[in-house]
């Protein structure tokens, strides 16, 4: 009796005010005449000619439950003797239960009644769940055999309350089933818009169900993947866990040629819906979302789209709202700085740090301020992890793209300790070194020299060093780069030494060890040569450590 009680709010979904003698005579001249089974028979064959009839005799049996009442006994049994026959074949729906009802309205409408024979709990919890889950079934046949009115009426179904939310929601459940045994365009094309319309939508999953429904005959469709577009931009733009590139959205678009675009945009200035479509899912992958919006605005604005509807749904939530006014008006190629800093500042707020970041580095360039808020920033995002895992450090190189300037990764890289978080750090440092910081490079040739926190390395030390003295520098004014120059003009002597021949370490360790930048390598190179019996390198070690304390190491 607890599952029925709970189960009578399904009453009040369903009007009692009369009985549609219309929709009881149409049911029951269908069954008399064996519509039904025609219809499924012809399908069998492969004859879809009266397959919209099908949906219309779903609908029957909807209306038939929605319009249902008790004042006609014999016919409520004729429909209960009826029910009762299909035991669970039709049955697509699982049962509802709700954690709220109205215990005095269930009273009230208990007493409209009078039809003693039949309790109305089993008519609620029995009767009419089945009437509708005849409907659902006959339109989910429709639609898996290519019924694209069935399509319609199903959303139109869904957005009504003439049955209960949650049945159409199990039978939508259930086309995705049926969808991943067969993929079908046409629940594609359903379960895309389903995609698009539930409380947290799901663009990247809606965009792969029309990907599956390109061949139907839909004006609609062109809208929903291009709303589904401008959605998934907007969903990674804002995605605080991975980076965003303009380049992964570019290799989407197929290549074009400069006339053909332009005679896409003339037909598009003319009114062709077409037209305007293509160039708003264009420009979404040239992350260009103020004329990606124009177009589909455009579009929406001469031939209405559930689509364009979803559209103007999202941009009415309170949270997004001033977002998305924000972003009609982000245009990269003539750009507003206000308008950039004003979306970053919203992302900013809504704690979404790497958006922020990326619409505040296309103004960062003429506002050196800006450097150092997107440096403050980092902290927030998740880049900033204790995780030392080498993969997932290379995954960060797309970061760099956000930071124009070598001097804030470098203020990045002395963010982080250099025990806990080492990493971090050299990452840090080698793009600043990349992107041109002297001081980086100078940096990391010191660390990989002395061993400081890092395995001590000379190769890596020579070449960061190297790097340092060579690149994009007119002179070599330090004694430590004329030496490394010397050895670098000199291939014979570095093969020699790169093959451990001992005179090559003794003339090489000989000059460096006289620069204090290279005075360890000197050293090293030194001490190989004297293992393998050169004479004169022993002799300069030990000179050299006698008389070590009384050096100049100046430079």
Known sequence: MFRKLFLFIFLCSLSTAVFSLDHYKMVFDDI?????????????????????????????????????????CKKVYKINELVS????????????????????????????????????????????????????SLIRIAILNGDLN?????????????????????????????????????????IGQEYLTSPQIDPTSALQQFANATDIDDPSLSYFIAYAKIEKLIEDLLDNKYSF??????????????????????????GNIKSLLYLSKYYVNEVKLSKALMYFNQACSLASSRACEMYQLQFKLSENREFYTLLEKFDKDTLDPEIAIAIAKWCE???KYLAAIYFYSHVADNNPQLFLHIADLYPKTELFTSEKDAEILKNYIKYVNYVKSPKIMEKIAFKYDDDSNLDQKIYWLEAAANAGSFSSKQTLSEMYMKGDYVT????????????????????????????LNKLKQDPQLQRALDNGDMEAQYK???????HTTLYEIGVDLLEKAAKQGHSSAELRLILNRSKRSDLNFSQ
């Open 349 to 351: 707020s809504h704690h």
């Open 508 to 514: 090489v360790g000989s000059m460096f060890i006289e």
């Open 456 to 483: 001590q390395n000379y190769d890596k030390a020579i070449y960061w060093h190297q790097r340092y003295c060579f690149d994009e520098q007119d002179g070599y004014t330090w004694g430590s780069c004329i030496a």
């Open 32 to 72: 008399k005449e064996g519509k039904e089974a025609k219809i499924l028979k012809e399908l069998n064959e492969g004859n879809t000619t009266n397959l919209s009839t099908l949906s219309q005799l779903g609908m029957n049996y909807i209306e038939l439950a929605h319009n249902f009442s008790l004042k006609n």
């Open 85 to 136: 026959s299909w035991k669970d074949h039709f049955v697509l729906t699982e049962d509802i239960y709700y954690n709220e009802y109205d215990e005095e309205k269930e009273y009230n409408d208990s007493l409209s009644y009078r039809c003693k024979k039949v309790d109305y709990a089993d008519i609620n919890y029995f009767i009419k769940p089945k009437l509708v889950d005849k409907g659902l």
């Open 245 to 270: 590139s303009d380049e992964d959205y570019k290799h989407e678009n197929k290549i074009i040629d400069k006339d053909t675009l332009e005679n896409i945009q003339e037909k598009a200035s003319r």
């Open 150 to 190: 069935a399509v319609r009426l199903l959303i139109d179904l869904k957005d009504s309350d003439k049955i209960p939310y949650g049945y159409v929601i199990n039978l939508i459940e259930c086309l995705k089933t049926d969808n991943e045994i067969n993929v079908n365009q046409y629940a594609s094309f359903l």
